[in-house]
């Protein structure tokens, strides 16, 4: 996991900064070539047929144009303050020289967009992080109160009894009663009734109980990466409410495959979480 | 008739709680609120690990390396028959729910709702699950930051996936 996410990071900034050396290598974004537009008026100059307001500023030898955002500018112009990170912002172009009503102008440099890229990708993304988990508070907040009643109705109790026999094999490190069990069934059994949003609450349920059977605090145990195996392979006969919303009345057809596909995966990820369990117990009883 | 079972649940689950707790005597509110109040703290215990993935997902993504990958393994596809684009929906899927849910969406514009590339990425979307959120989810709630063997597994499950549905979809859908 550390490897994977450090290496994430790593090979992005390698891409940007590799993409961005390339960009300027080729001067993919023309900088230093200038423009051509026309004037119009006082007011307003012509570029490949559009008409942008602007207004010339400046004395001889040193004048701009400086053009304000409207929703008609052409694409050049919008892709070269996207670029930039200052989309929708006053745009100045340099003026090179002047005909008569032609003027020759540079747009604004354009460097290092990658790089820009992925350092607001880094930032938006740590807030949209946040915005995720202040939205999951109420999801939670509702499966847990309406779990907290199931189980003082037993009903959770009761459920165990009947799950139990089913998965206990795959998860033999759990004792007989353990409300661990419970949770378990109950997240799997939101899963396979492809209520996603119960499911998450109910999962982490699951891992508080397994935790407290854990030996190691901050490592997984076997039971948890069962567990988790069971839940990314994802295990669900009714089609999420996503894809409902998505697809409308094509799901059904969709079913089929979907329950196909998941079937093996699941079966996958089972039995690959039963070899890494049996091969870690060889590798302790060799040490021991 | 599936669409309507699968909204019904929902409701019939809440109040079916609720009844079988008054049943029981059980003090519905109370106990809801005393269960509801964990929701608070689990959810902000997640924000570190889910900051940690999502921002290393996003530079990916931003970057260009991802884009890179999906050009690479465009060949690959276009051999089978499959149309490359659903190469998107294959790297993504693991990594990010919301950017599978945008990439389907994406792709039923392009194509419609009936062509085999968005059966087959409708198909891989349902199949399986964002294995790093939900490492990020599940582990980082209870403080668990070494995960063992479950990376591997729960990518292995992924790819299973992701390859069963391309030949299912294949095989059912054209």
């Known amino acids: 996991m550390n490897k994977i996410w450090a290496g994430l990071i790593i090979v992005s900034f390698l891409f940007a900064i590799g993409s961005d050396i390339r960009d300027e290598w080729f001067n993919i974004h023309k900088n230093g070539n200038p423009i051509e537009v026309m004037v119009v008026n006082e007011n307003a100059i012509s570029f490949e047929q559009n008409i942008v307001s602007a207004k010339l500023v400046g004395e001889k030898g040193i004048q701009e144009l400086v053009l304000s955002y409207s929703d008609s500018w052409p694409t050049k112009f919008v892709e070269n303050a996207e670029l930039r990170g200052k989309a929708r912002e006053t745009l100045r172009l340099t003026v090179v020289s002047q005909k008569g009503d032609q003027i020759s102008a540079l747009l604004p440099q354009v460097h290092v967009v990658k790089l820009r890229a992925i350092t607001t990708a880094a930032f938006d993304m740590a807030e949209t992080a946040v915005k995720i988990a202040i939205g999951l508070i109420g999801v939670m907040a509702l499966w847990l109160g309406l779990l907290k009643i199931a189980e003082e109705s037993n009903l959770v109790r009761r459920l165990v009894k009947f799950v139990h026999p089913l998965i206990g094999k795959l998860f033999p490190d759990i004792p007989k009663d353990h409300p661990a069990l419970a949770n378990i069934s109950l997240n799997l059994t939101a899963n396979i009734l492809g209520l996603g949003n119960a499911a998450t609450p109910l999962g982490i349920k699951a891992m508080e109980e397994l935790q407290k059977l854990n030996k190691n605090s901050d490592t997984a145990s076997d039971a948890m990466c069962m567990f988790l195996a069971i839940n990314t392979s994802s295990v669900q006969l009714l089609p999420p409410v996503t894809l409902v919303a998505l697809m409308g009345v094509g799901v059904s057809e969709l079913m089929v495959s979907i329950t196909l596909a998941t079937i093996i995966s699941t079966v996958v990820g089972i039995s690959g979480a039963l070899y890494f369990r049996r091969k870690s117990r060889k590798m302790e009883a060799n040490y021991a | ?174």
């Open chain 2, 1 to 174: 008739m599936l669409n309507v079972l699968s909204i019904l649940i929902l409701p019939i689950m809440i109040v079916g709680i609720i009844l079988v707790g008054l049943i029981k005597k059980v003090p519905v509110y109370e106990s809801f609120v005393s269960g509801a109040k964990e929701g608070f703290d689990i959810a902000v215990r997640i924000i570190p690990y889910l900051v940690a993935i999502l921002f290393a997902i996003g530079m990916f993504r931003a970057s260009g390396a991802m884009d890179f990958l999906i050009y690479l393994l465009s060949p690959v596809f276009s051999w089978m028959g499959v149309s490359p684009e659903i190469i998107g929906m294959a790297i993504v899927r693991p990594l990010s729910g919301s950017g599978s849910v945008g990439i389907l969406a994406d792709l039923i514009t392009q194509f419609g709702e009936d062509s085999l590339v968005v059966k087959m990425a409708a198909t891989m979307f349902g199949s399986t699950e964002t294995t790093f959120y939900v490492i990020a989810v599940y582990f980082g709630a209870v403080g668990i930051k070494k995960v063992r063997y479950a990376l591997k597994v729960g990518l292995m499950a992924d790819f299973t996936g992701i390859v069963a549905s391309i030949l299912i979809s294949l095989w059912l859908f054209s």
